[in-house]
Structures are given as structure tokens and as C-alpha cells.
């Protein structure tokens, strides 16, 4: 804009046209507005799931299995968004501060989304209330690892060496107060080990990454993180955090076998803002239950390592319930003291 | 061949109608962003984001990645027609590019541009694809520590290159990284910094500080040029460079490439001290160097090449290491972050299908410039004979929108109008604004890796000099920020680059 | 020590501008404030390094930066750019400020059109006929291509006469 030149405004006007019509890119026909969702999905709007982990990671990676399925079922564009950061608040606070539209949906993940409103220290813009669970996809046991040349073969050398000399080695988690956490902190109370967590704010996908280039020692992770690492042989997983041993583990002892009390894990699904039309929350459930026990979809989560466990939006809920009740006690563990 | 399976991967997922049609129109704005004088390659990029977030991942960083080398050719076309470059990388065109203008050469001079940028730019795309591999696999060697200090050099090179002052520049980028806070903290959840308003939580939107501080600015800064005189743009009466124009160009592009591809590598570095540097050595080792200045096409060739070779050359410290070497890629970082991409060792690991479309595009987008380019430069020229008052407000519009569309709130917009003030009192005080895109874009990984280091350290801040890798990195950081000691020279062109 | 440097160089006319003053007054008042927030999110907690410590860096490397830089003016002052065209600034900044404010009410067309004839015809000078043409079609035709071509909604008028016809 240093020269000021003749008038050539049809020039201008066509510039701009042509600008805006070229970024049009592949024209989808939006439709009428009309209220309370008799007609949704609307026709070329698309909705946005939420993850609030980065991609990679097992809550990213079982959103696009259900992704194209729910395109089929809802006849809209599903678009899965990253919003990583700070073990998921970043996240969960853009979720619950969306239009309850049933344009924005998210993948959830608890302990992390049921206890981050419960310490004041984080100071969340959102209470359980404010989500609407839509149905739960599976339950992600929690694992302890080692490096594949570490001297510790079972869980209760490493333990024992993690309480002789506490916080001697470093253990991964996906951020604070998320599962990963909450299991460090169970050992810790249950066996008196002690870990020093490094947390990866960001998800499992860093933490895994971190272990494999051997800047942490212990990885806590779940099973699906730890499945194809068990197999090439990246990883020795030495403990099981359920009541049973895990399909996708078989060889792997669980804790309760090697005599510690401890259970632990992260449990799946899908949520929107609270406050659906109740017609909108129906055909998002349908869909996601749809998506979450297609035989293709459950399959693919089998060769993870994880076994589908739905639960409808409601049982989903009371689910919730139960875990805050749980973790409300063992919450001033993971709790800043100062 | 690992790697060309990847590659040809790459090429099938580029090549679906919607991929094409995002590098195509990325190169038709990115092009036009470079002729007009009034709007740079970081604001128009910033500016064109929030077009993209629409997109699919793929999609819109291949459109971003158009716009970004579409720029980089865009300058040179007023340089030549015009004797004004469209942005500072192209303004050392201006000498022989202009002089064949006059001579009656305009057509051949863009050609050989288009040409040379398109070989500048495959050959540097090139080295891309040979480096993404190894140092790929190093990944694994950088832990949050090693991490942390490649920022630490990235930013510490930004900060001795830009501008004159280095307390000056130390001031913009700590600026940056304060901006950066704003919001839940990354780490702990913590709100920082937001007095209370909910809006904060997500932090300030970066696009709405970089089209602020960046492109509403310059606008606001530009003074009445009282010699301003109306131009016409000559016409072009042959396209195609002669035969012998042909054979002198080929060793200029050689030399441009060489040049732009090394000086791109290193952070801190920008495209126009590589075509400076390149039209120096036509001057040098040139068979014609006598009438350099006088329309020779060594003098466009070189450069130009250099300018293209530079700027796809950056895009291998970003894709491999996740350090923008300039504004404008810490512009497209900030993209890739938004879309859930981490640029960097991680990239081809965790979302490999994804930076091989990417790189493939890349390719693609070059030859769409050219193809694009040399037939549509009449159009490019009409676009400067569009009056300034109009431009103005069209530039307006497109901000206006664009920092509305990122989150459908005039809240953004706001945002805007403030750094725009806040870009204008830096302008005013000789403050360098690139530090502070580097840090506003690097600031959260930044921060993250240090706790990350210092959990793993539990405390210890030895663990930046206890590790190797991260020592030798800390130490070259350190000896860059100390350098004026040492009476390093830094290439003068640095100094009067508005991009830094 | 401060004034000091500026009385060992006698015969100096120049000073330090007021801009870079205020300028340096600002980031040392950000500065200090960013210290003392962050030593409230804490620099330290049982848990690790806090959300304060990062931010406290930068806070120091603001205040300190400052300081350098003033002790420097008081050198040697620098030579002051020219000053801005303040006409534009306001012109500008207002008219943006305004269509900000106004255009959740009256909707992105009305607000837009409007913001485009006063830069236009009023303080560009353009003939009627070029700012209208361009401002219908930067207004309306925009607010068509992003609705319809690229799903990106713009704002429509809150008032219902307005938004009845469509703005």
C-alpha cells in the first residue's frame, strides 16, 4: 500500500469474489435453523469430539475406531479434535463449555474427569454435573513396566527396591490426578513403595515415548498402551492392576496374585455438555452405543488389549458416582501439600 | 526402500481432488499475500488460519504450507514489474529484475524466477525427505531435558539474529512467553493469569495476537508516502527466456540452491539473507558478472532460487526437530499445534501417514506454482493497480473475520485491536516482534518439558548439564546469547528485515 | 547512579524520549506484577516445580531487560522513529472497536457494510459507486460464502426486524 493508484475497482471486486469463492473449497448446502433438535444432525454440520489427550494415545485412538461409525449412524461428519493438556482439563474445560447442541461431544476418561473438579487447587470450570455421559466404551486396566534390561523381574523385587530406597526411580503417569496417578498412589499406600511420577500432561502417547528413550524408568501406563510394546519386547510388564489376569496379558501376574491389594485403571467413554435436548441425547446415545458394539470396532479394541464394556449414558452416570465416592478418599494422595 | 514407500504413501494420500484443491488455492493466496506490499508472509499466514481450522488435519496444513512457499514467490513479481518487493526476501530482485523490465525482458525474468523456485524449492523438499528418517529416529534420544534445550537454542539464535538490540529482543520474546501463560496451566491445572474471566481459560488465541501484532500494525504504522506515483505495470511481450538465458541461469540456480538450502537449516536465518548472499556470489563467480546490475538473469535467477530453497528448507529443522528457524514457520507450527500435530522427532513416528502427505504435498505445491504462476501474472499485476484506501479495507475485512472465526466470538476480535496497539508501541520503541511469535508459539512446550526435566531430576536443575546431548545443546545456546562478546558479525541484512 | 550518567556527558541535548519511558515503565510494571502472581500459583509444591515458576523466570528476565535497557538510554538515548500517523491510529482502531461491539447486535452484514463505507467512501475518497459495489460484496457476498460455501456461521442480527429480512 504505497502507491496509490488509478481506479480499477471491477478488478478489486473480482479479487475478491474470486478469493471467497475459491475458499469455499468442496461446498457442503447448510440448512434452516430450527430449535430443539427434532432435526439433528443437521444436513453438511459437522460435530466435533473432543479428545482431550494428544493423538496417539489409546482415548485418541479408540475415538477414530468409533469416528466413522458414528458418521454412518448420525449421516454428518464427525471430526475429532486434540485438545491435550494439563491431564486433560484443557480439554474437558472446552467440552463442558460448548453449546449443548450435540454439535460438541467428547471422549472422557475417569478417574481424571470425575476427580480434577474435586481439588480446589485446579481451580476446573466444570463439576461432574456438567457433563452428560453418553455411554461408556471400555475399562483400561492400569499396568506397572519396567525396561526390558532392568534388573527387577517380578513386581515384588522392583517394589521392594522402590522401598528401600524411596523415590529412587521414576515412574510415568498421563498427568496429574489422571489414573496413572491415582495407581502410584495406591501402591504407595498399600505397599509403601515409592515412585518419583514424572507427569506427561499431554497423554500416553508422550509417556510412552519418554520410557522407550529411557528417560523414565518405570512406565505406569495401561494395557493398551503396553500391548505392542510387550510384544516386540520394549517393554517387561510386571503387574496387573485387576481382580483377573488380562486377556491381552495373559502371562502378566496380577497384583492381587503377588499378594498387594491393588486396583486400578482408567475407565472410557463419551459425554457431551450437560443439558442436551433430551431428542438430541437419544440419537447420540443410539449412535455411540451403536459405534462402541460394532463387531469391527470391538474387535480392533481386542487386538489393543481391551475388552468392550458398555454401559449406557445413565449407567455410565452411576458409575461416575461410585468412583468419586472411591477416590474422594484416596484424593488428598495426589493432592499438592504445602 | 523404506523410505520411498513412505514417500509414494505420502503422494496417494496427497493426491485425492480435496488435497489438490487446498495446495491449489494455497498457492493462489499465498501468492497474492506476497504481491501485496501492505500485508507479510507471518500476518498473512496467521490470517488465513482460522480458514483451515475446518479442515482435516492433512488438508489444512498442506493448504497453510501453500500459502507459506507461495509467499516466498508472490514478492518477486513486484520486484520485477514494479521495482518494489513485495516482501524483504525479494528485494535484492529488484536490481536485475527490474532492469530487464526495462530492457523489454519482464516475461523471461519470471520465468526463469518460477523456474528457479520451483528447482530451489524440490531440491530443499528433497533434502526434507533424506533427513526425515534419521533424525526421526533420534527422536527417541530427546527426552523432555534434550527438548527443552533445543528451545533454548532455537530461541537464543532468534534472539541474537533479530534486530539490533539483544535486550530488546530478550524483552519481546520474554513477552511472548508470557502471553504464552495465559490460561490453565499446562501442567497443574491451575488458571494463571486470566483476572477471572472465563474466556482466558483456553489462553489468549495466538492467531488473534500474531494478525494483531503483526499484520493490524503495520497497517496502523504505515505513513503517507508523499512521492508515491502511480505505476504501470508493463506488458509481457514474450514469456520464454532465450536459449542463451536458459544456459546462464543453470549454474546461478545451482549456486541459489546450494545457498538457500544451508542458510535455511539454521534458525534465526531468513530468506533474505540467502538471496542477498546468492546474488553475492553472482557477483563473485558469475561468467557475466560485469553486467550484474544492468537486467542480467544470474541476478534473478540466483536469488530467487535461493529465496525458495531457503524457505523449503526451514520446513527440516521444524518437521524434525519441532524448531521454527523464522516467524512465518512458527506461525505454521502454531497450525500444526492447533490441528494436534507436535512438529519434531515424535512427528513421524506418531502421525507418520500424516507428515509424509504433507511432504508429498510439497512437492505437488511446487510444480502448482509454477504451473500457476507464469500464466497468471497479469492477474497478479492487476491486483497492484487495486488503490490502497481499498486494500486497506479489504485487509481489514479479511482480519475482522478471520479473528472471529476462531472462536465465533468478537471476543478474538478484541484481542486483535489490543496487539495491534501493543505491535504498533513495539514498532514505535524499535522492539524486534519475531522473538516474541518464536516464544508465544514455543512457550507451552517449553514450559512443559522443563517441569517434565525437573520431575524426572526431581529438582535438580543439574539434569540440563548431566546429560550430553543437552549439555553440548545448553552450551551452544549459551555461547549464541554471549556472542556479541566474542564480536561474531551477524549479516547486516538481518537488521533491516522487517520479518525479524 | 542513574542520573549520574547523564551528568558525566555534559553537552548532550539529547534525552530520553518519553515514549521509551513510559515503554520501559510498562514492562517493568507487568514484569513485577508477573512476579508477585506467580509466587502465589506457588514456584514450588510437594508435587514439583509449581504453575508459578516458569512465569517467575520470565518475569525476572522482563524486570532485568528493563532495567538494562534504561541504564543504556541514559547513556546513549536513541534516536526515536518517527511518530505515527495518529489520525489513522484512531480512525482505525475505533472503527474495528466499533464493528466489534455492534456486530453481534446489528449482525456481521449491517455492521460490516457499514464499516466498509467509512473506509471507503469517507476516508478513502472512492467514487459511490466502487464503495458500494465493494461493500456489498465484502458484507453480504462474505457473509453468503462463509455461510454457505465454507459452513463458517457469521453473526447474524440479534434484532428481530433486522434479522427477519435476513441480516
Known amino acids: ?338 | 526402500m523404506d523410505i520411498l514407500n513412505d514417500l509414494l504413501g505420502g503422494f496417494a494420500a496427497a493426491m485425492t481432488w480435496q488435497n489438490l484443491l487446498f495446495a491449489f488455492v494455497g498457492c493462489l493466496l499465498g501468492t497474492v499475500i506476497g504481491v501485496l506490499p501492505g500485508i507479510g508472509p507471518v500476518a498473512g499466514v496467521a490470517l488465513l488460519i482460522p480458514l483451515t481450522m475446518n479442515l482435516d488435519a492433512t488438508g489444512a496444513i498442506i493448504m497453510l504450507c501453500a500459502i507459506f512457499y507461495g509467499t516466498a514467490y508472490g514478492g518477486t513479481i513486484t520486484s520485477v514489474l514494479l521495482n518494489t518487493p513485495g516482501e524483504a526476501a525479494s528485494a535484492i530482485t529488484t536490481i536485475d529484475g527490474y532492469a530487464m523490465t526495462k530492457i523489454g525482458r519482464a516475461g523471461a525474468a519470471l520465468t526463469i524466477a518460477a523456474v528457479g523456485s520451483f528447482v530451489g524449492g524440490t531440491i530443499a523438499t528433497l533434502g526434507l525427505v533424506a533427513a526425515a528418517k534419521p533424525l526421526g529416529e533420534l527422536g527417541l534420544l530427546v527426552g523432555p531435558p534434550e527438548f527443552f534445550a533445543l528451545m533454548v537454542v532455537g530461541i537464543s539464535l532468534l534472539v541474537a539474529l533479530a534486530g539490533k538490540s539483544m535486550v530488546k529482543a530478550l524483552i519481546s520474546g520474554a513477552l511472548g512467553l508470557l502471553i504464552s501463560m495465559v490460561g490453565i496451566d499446562p501442567v497443574a491445572g491451575a488458571p494463571r493469569f486470566t483476572f477471572g474471566m472465563d474466556r482466558l481459560l483456553d489462553g489468549v488465541s495466538f492467531v488473534a495476537v500474531i494478525v494483531g501484532v503483526f499484520g493490524l500494525s503495520e497497517i496502523l504504522s504505515y505513513r503517507k508516502d508523499p512521492h508515491a506515483a502511480t505505476v504501470h505495470a508493463p506488458g509481457l511481450r514474450s514469456l520464454l527466456p532465450s536459449r542463451t538465458e536458459w544456459q546462464r541461469s543453470a549454474p546461478a540456480m545451482a549456486r541459489g540452491t546450494g545457498i538457500g538450502f544451508g542458510l535455511g537449516l539454521i534458525p534465526g536465518m531468513t530468506g533474505s539473507v540467502s538471496s542477498l548472499l546468492a546474488y553475492g556470489a553472482e557477483k563473485k563467480f558469475s561468467r557475466h558478472r560485469n553486467e550484474l546490475g544492468k537486467g542480467a538473469v544470474e541476478g534473478v535467477a540466483g536469488p530467487e532460487t535461493a529465496n525458495n530453497a531457503h524457505a523449503n528448507a526451514a520446513l527440516i529443522p521444524l518437521f524434525t526437530l519441532g524448531i521454527p528457524a523464522s516467524p512465518t514457520i512458527a506461525v505454521l507450527m502454531g497450525a500444526f499445534l492447533q490441528q494436534g500435530l507436535t512438529p519434531g522427532p515424535t512427528l513421524f513416528t506418531e502421525n507418520s501417514e500424516i507428515a509424509w502427505a504433507i511432504i508429498a504435498s510439497l512437492f505437488i505445491g511446487n510444480l502448482l506454482l509454477l504451473l500457476l504462476n507464469v500464466p497468471l501474472v497479469g492477474l497478479w499485476t492487476s491486483i497492484l493497480r487495486v488503490p490502497a484506501s481499498i486494500l486497506t479495507a479489504l485487509i481489514l475485512l479479511f482480519m475482522v473475520i478471520g479473528a472471529y472465526t476462531i472462536n465465533f466470538s468478537v471476543f478474538d476480535v478484541f484481542v486483535m485491536i489490543g496487539f495491534g496497539l501493543l505491535g504498533l508501541a513495539l514498532r514505535h520503541l524499535d522492539i524486534p516482534l519475531a522473538p516474541m511469535v518464536l516464544t508465544l508459539v514455543l512457550g507451552p512446550l517449553m514450559e512443559r518439558s522443563l517441569r517434565e526435566s525437573l520431575e524426572i531430576s526431581q529438582g535438580d536443575f543439574g539434569i540440563f548439564v548431566n546429560r550430553p546431548i543437552s549439555m553440548v545443546l545448553i552450551g551452544i545456546g549459551v555461547l549464541i546469547i554471549f556472542s556479541p562478546l566474542l564480536k561474531l558479525r551477524k549479516p547486516k541484512a538481518l537488521n533491516e528485515d522487517p520479518e525479524t | 547512579m542513574t542520573t549520574e550518567s547523564v551528568m558525566t556527558k555534559p553537552g548532550r541535548a539529547a534525552r530520553v524520549a518519553p515514549s521509551v519511558l513510559v515503554g520501559i515503565g510498562a514492562f517493568v510494571a507487568v514484569g513485577v506484577y508477573v512476579l508477585v502472581s506467580s509466587l502465589g500459583l506457588g514456584l514450588w509444591t510437594s508435587l514439583g516445580p509449581g504453575p508459578g515458576l516458569f512465569p517467575f523466570a520470565m518475569g525476572g528476565v522482563l524486570v532485568s531487560m528493563s532495567v538494562i535497557w534504561l541504564v543504556q538510554e541514559l547513556r546513549r538515548p536513541s534516536e526515536t522513529s518517527d511518530g505515527v500517523d495518529r489520525g489513522l491510529v484512531i480512525a482505525v482502531v475505533a472503527s474495528l472497536a466499533i464493528v466489534a461491539a455492534v456486530m453481534d447486535l446489528l449482525g456481521f452484514q449491517l455492521s460490516m457494510f457499514l464499516f466498509l463505507m467509512y473506509h471507503l467512501k469517507v476516508r478513502g475518497r472512492r467514487t459511490w459507486i466502487s464503495s458500494l459495489i465493494i461493500a456489498l460484496a465484502g458484507s453480504v457476498g462474505a457473509f453468503y460464502a462463509f455461510n454457505y460455501g465454507l459452513n463458517v456461521a457469521l453473526p447474524v442480527s440479534a434484532l428481530s426486524p433486522l434479522n427477519l429480512i435476513g441480516l
Not at chain 1, 482431550?52 to 454412518?72: M, N, Y
Not at chain 1, 483400561?140 to 513396566?145: G, M
Not at chain 1, 519396567?146 to 515412574?171: R, W
Open chain 1, 1 to 338: 500500500m504505497t502507491r496509490t493508484r488509478s481506479t480499477r475497482t471491477r478488478i478489486t471486486v473480482a479479487f475478491a469474489a474470486a478469493a471467497l469463492i475459491a475458499l469455499t473449497g468442496c461446498g457442503a448446502n447448510a440448512g434452516a435453523t430450527t430449535a430443539a433438535g427434532d432435526d439433528f444432525p443437521k444436513k453438511g454440520k459437522s460435530i466435533d469430539l473432543i479428545v482431550a489427550f494428544s493423538s496417539g494415545g489409546a482415548v485418541d485412538t479408540a475415538a477414530r475406531l468409533v469416528q466413522p461409525i458414528l458418521e454412518k449412524e448420525l449421516g454428518t461428519n464427525v471430526e475429532v479434535i486434540n485438545k491435550p493438556g494439563a491431564g486433560g482439563q484443557i480439554g474437558y474445560t472446552q467440552l463442558t463449555s460448548a453449546e449443548p447442541d450435540g454439535y460438541t461431544i467428547g471422549a472422557t476418561g475417569s478417574p481424571s474427569v470425575v476427580v480434577s473438579p474435586l481439588d480446589p487447587a485446579r481451580g476446573a470450570k466444570y463439576t461432574r454435573a456438567s457433563f452428560q455421559p453418553l455411554g461408556r466404551q471400555v475399562i483400561d486396566p492400569a499396568v506397572i513396566a519396567v525396561q526390558p534390561d532392568s534388573p527387577y523381574k517380578t513386581l515384588k523385587e522392583l517394589l521392594d527396591a522402590a522401598k528401600a530406597q524411596p523415590k529412587s526411580m521414576t515412574a510415568s503417569t498421563t498427568g496429574l490426578q489422571t489414573g496413572e496417578h491415582f495407581a502410584l498412589a495406591q501402591i504407595q499406600e498399600t505397599t509403601g513403595a515409592e515412585f518419583a511420577p514424572v507427569h506427561f500432561s499431554e497423554g500416553a502417547s508422550q509417556a510412552t515415548t519418554a520410557f522407550l528413550g529411557k528417560h523414565v524408568d518405570i512406565l505406569v501406563a495401561n494395557v493398551s498402551d503396553v500391548n505392542d510394546l510387550t510384544k516386540q519386547g520394549k517393554a517387561r510388564v510386571l503387574g496387573v492392576m485387576t481382580a483377573e489376569r488380562s486377556p491381552a496379558l495373559p502371562d502378566v501376574p496380577t497384583f492381587k496374585e503377588s499378594g498387594y491389594e491393588v486396583e486400578a485403571g482408567t475407565a472410557r467413554g463419551y459425554s457431551a455438555p450437560a443439558g442436551l435436548p433430551d431428542a438430541v441425547a437419544k440419537k447420540l446415545e443410539a449412535a455411540i452405543q451403536k459405534a462402541i458394539e460394532d463387531p469391527a470396532v470391538a474387535q480392533k479394541m481386542k487386538d489393543l488389549g481391551l475388552q468392550t464394556s458398555y454401559l449406557s449414558g445413565k449407567e455410565y452416570e452411576t458409575f461416575w458416582a461410585g468412583q468419586e465416592e472411591d477416590f474422594k478418599k484416596v484424593l488428598p494422595m495426589v493432592m499438592k501439600k504445602d
